[in-house]
């Protein structure tokens, strides 16, 4: 039977990677989003819970895919909590893509905004000149860095964790640290993904010196498909006519960095 | 010369016949001012009650072969936020969706935008999935009387009711409108419905019961504006699976003065209106037709 994009397919977890204490992967066989784009997302349905929009993660083995999820929120913390063999539904994928760029890549992530960033990874050529910043708050709370520096292996590159307390990799925020790269270094593009506080200043940054950049924003979705409005952001569907942006829009839209919508509609500051 | 697409459903005119549906992309005023400039004559809000509403949690949108369904449970920030936000409109052409149980509540919303540019009210008397609203008020035609009754009194506004197909003769809910004072009827809005997944064996919407959108019914939608035009007096806007020219010409056709579109944005997004408005007035040429009122209800003359 054909497949409806819309409608949930049922997938199983095959495999659950405890990423950090509050992050885990789960890893499930499914050839349409072992396939997707980076930046590209799943409407992921727990049954009996909630329906989340997920960052479609990498897997390393052949027609499988995966979901990255912090323990935050209710619906999050039960796709944590789901056990090897138990299913999920998933519709989609929705969404845009990361324009892939050549040449000197930067790219800035923090937490599970990383996931679209690992995917954009395995789409760069062996000749681009690769540095992935990781920000995070605290040492235990870093991932994905091993996994990177794999996928980067053959490329000239660098992977810089920078820690707010300093308890590993470099110390501060991650939009200081790439302040200082882009005095050094002429960058061809910059890609970025995670609290849309540090892609605002990742996007400012890069812009002052007319870098190419995009950031992938995350507003409270419904539908995901650009019907229920849920996601709307200015003019724009996050869900339809993103998640990827360019910073040269992102700068023009004025809740970019300061506010999102509620479950009603209603906005709220960051 | 080439033909006119504007058209007029009772005193409301607008420059094309192609409206955007209730409860689809209807929360912000930047969003309508894009897709009033990507071609749609009319932008219908999504319903708004007396407070705000968060809807249903997820799943509440699951795509059907045939088309869409839905329980989102009309979230919507409130009829004071929304007057509020749409304050400042000048250009844009909004008819607001009001939904609630008893008169009062509608009285309450209408006074927030006694003073705000819209063209109309569009009162929501057949959403299919949330309790003592929508259909539930549909379905009680004395209730209907009285809200209708009083939205009139004190609206300074045209006002539509929204019909849909609930447990009674929705004939009867547009002969009590219409005889309350309604100045025009949009039919229908979605089916109740539901979809099951076989291989976890649950209701996939949150809700269970949804509402059914898109191709699917649209015959049946069809078949209503025939129905209502032919027994009443009153202008229709059809809605229900409009997603080509030759779908909103049909409508025009059983009796519609302009249509509403909501699913066919999920395949072609917010071209839709531009496309549609081209075909119907390629098609109006091809047939010598100079205005929309020539084409409404010809069908019926067959």
Redesign the interface.
Known sequence: MQR?????T?VTIEKIIDETPTVRTLVFSDEVLSNVLPGQFA?V?I??????PMSVMISQEKGKAAFTVRKHGV?STELYSLKLGQ?V?V?GPYGNSFTVKQGKILLVGGGTGLVPLIRLLTFLKKTDDVTLLIGSKTKNEVFFEKMANQILEHNKHQVIVVTEDGSYGKSGLVTQVMENLLSETKFDAVYTCGPEKMMYKVVQLASSKNIHVQASIERMM?????????C?F????AC?DGTVFDGKYLLTNKEFGYTH??????LENY | MKPDISTQVGAIKIERPTMLASGILGISLEVFDRLYKDGAGALVTKSLSKEPWEGYPNPTVVGVKTGYLNAVGLSNPGAPYFAKMISLNKTVPIIVSLVGSIPEDFDFMIKQFENVKILGYELNLSCPHVEKVGLEVGDDPELVHKIVKSVKSKSQVPIIAKVGLGSSDYLETVRVACESGVDAITAINTVRAMAIDVETTRPILSHKIGGLSGPAIKPIAVRCVYEISSKFDVPVIGCGGVSSWEDAIEFILAGASAVQIGSALVDKWVSVFSEINNGISKYMEKKNFSKIKEMVGIAKKF
């Not at chain 1, 409806?4 to 949930?8: H, L, Q, R, S």
């Open positions: 409806n994009f819309d409608a949930p049922i409407m349905w049954p009996g819970i909630n329906e989340l619906a299913q539904g519709r419904k539908c995901g498909m650009g019907i229920c409005g849920s709307c200015g003019e724009v569907l339809r919508r509620n479950k009603a509609g209603m």
